[in-house]
């Protein structure tokens, strides 16, 4: 069955800086991956979605992620943080079988 | 477009009562699906009905919890003899038409405290 691990628990940066936050998986066979954000009170909102094609896919709020097939990775960037982007991230993972997997969130903090 | 609604936002019981939530999809979406989620944890899958129908369930999901869906439309997840590790986050969340690749439009969930 597929897993997900994001391997930074809590992220600080300060504004305007860059923001990497990792995403590695585990699965036998093709993978859709998912960015989801959580702000506070609120539910999740999904940021961007690899499908197929193009390995860079750009979502919203300027944050665009990369997956790597042969590093099993699908991390998420964005060039320069606001504050308003402090919030849980959760990456997840299905298969064709519609259960969806989660990792454990990573929580982003930006300060100014 | 409402979004997905969920009702009661918070709910403190006492161990061994009974609970109830719903769940309001955004309209016409067919799939359903409930999570839970525990603090320091992503969402866990708990079952999903494509309209009316439960089609998947997952171990977590004991006999003590039921969900159903009655006409396709809201749905319920009922909780009986509830013991203090059901304390979580449950979520609720819908799709469109029910694809792996389908968007899940989450609700900000409800809250359960078991005392």
């Known amino acids: 069955a597929q897993s997900v691990t994001q391997l930074d628990s809590q992220v600080p940066v300060f504004e305007e800086a860059p923001v990497e936050l990792r995403c590695n998986y585990s699965?036998?066979?093709?993978?859709?991956l998912f960015w989801y954000v959580q702000y506070p009170n609120q539910g999740l909102q999904l940021l961007l979605k690899?499908?197929?094609?193009?390995?860079l896919v750009k979502g919203i709020n300027g944050f665009e992620a990369e997956f790597n097939k042969s590093q099993t990775s699908f991390h998420l960037r964005k060039p320069s943080v606001h504050i308003s982007d402090t919030a849980e991230y959760f990456c997840?993972?299905?298969?064709?079988?519609?259960?969806?997997?989660f990792g454990a969130g990573t929580r982003l903090t930006v300060k100014p | 477009d409402t979004g997905v609604s969920q009702n009661p936002r918070h709910k403190i019981t006492k161990r061994g009562q009974n609970v109830t939530f719903r769940c309001d999809p955004i309209?016409?979406?067919?799939?359903l699906y409930w999570y839970r989620q525990t603090l320091g944890q992503g969402p866990e899958f708990l079952t999903y009905?494509?309209?009316?129908?439960?089609?998947?369930k997952s171990r977590l999901l004991s006999d003590r919890f039921s969900a159903e869906r009655p006409k396709g439309s809201f749905s319920t997840l009922e909780i009986q003899r509830t013991e203090q590790g059901d304390s979580a986050m449950y979520l609720c969340?819908?799709?469109?038409?029910?694809?792996?690749?389908?968007?899940?439009?989450f609700g900000p969930g409800t809250r359960l405290t078991v005392l």
């Open positions: 969340a819908s799709s469109p038409m029910g694809g792996v690749t389908d968007t899940q439009y």
């Open positions: 699965s036998s066979v093709s993978v859709y």
């Open positions: 690899y499908l197929s094609g193009s390995t």
């Open positions: 997840a993972v299905t298969e064709e079988n519609n259960d969806m997997r």
């Open positions: 309209s016409e979406h067919n799939r």
């Open positions: 009905f494509q309209n009316e129908a439960q089609l998947e």
